[in-house]
Nanobody
Framework: QVQLVESGGGLVQAGGSLRLSCAASGNIFSINVMGWYRQAPGKQRELVALAARDGTTNYADSVKGRFTVSREDAKNTVYLQMNSLKPEDTAVYFC??????????????WGQGTQVTVSS
C-alpha cells in the first residue's frame, strides 16, 4: 500500500501563488507518474499536471504558463507551483502517484485532497 500526504493548500487572492506538495511512502519500488488533479464543486475531477519519470510533463491548457509541476525522486515527492491564480482555479486538488510496489505489482494511489480557494 502506498500512502500520500498532501500539503500547501489554502486561501489566496487572485494573482497570488501557492505551492502544493505531495509525499509518497509505503510499498514503493519505483514511481512512474506523479501528478495533480482537481475537482471543483459540481464538476468532474480533471487533470492539472503530470510529471513522468523520464522528465516529461503534461499540463491542462487552462494552467499552462501559470503552473509548474516538479518531482524530487529522492524524497518521493511531487510539487505543484501555482502562480497567477484565478478564482476559477478554486477546487480540491488531489495528488496521484502510479508505479510498482516492492512486490512488483502496480499501484495507483490518490491523496486525500487539499483545498485551494482563490478569492477575486
Amino acid at each position: 500500500q502506498v500512502q500520500l500526504v498532501e500539503s500547501g493548500g489554502g486561501l489566496v487572492q487572485a494573482g497570488g501563488s501557492l505551492r502544493l506538495s505531495c509525499a509518497a511512502s509505503g510499498n514503493i519500488f519505483s514511481i512512474n507518474v506523479m501528478g495533480w488533479y482537481r475537482q471543483a464543486p459540481g464538476k468532474q475531477r480533471e487533470l492539472v499536471a503530470l510529471a513522468a519519470r523520464d522528465g516529461t510533463t503534461n499540463y491542462a491548457d487552462s494552467v499552462k504558463g501559470r503552473f509548474t509541476v516538479s518531482r524530487e525522486d529522492a524524497k518521493n515527492t511531487v510539487y505543484l507551483q501555482m502562480n497567477s491564480l484565478k478564482p476559477e482555479d478554486t477546487a480540491v486538488y488531489f495528488c496521484n502517484v502510479q508505479g510498482l510496489g516492492r512486490d512488483f505489482r502496480r499501484y495507483d494511489s490518490w491523496g486525500q485532497g487539499t483545498q485551494v480557494t482563490v478569492s477575486s
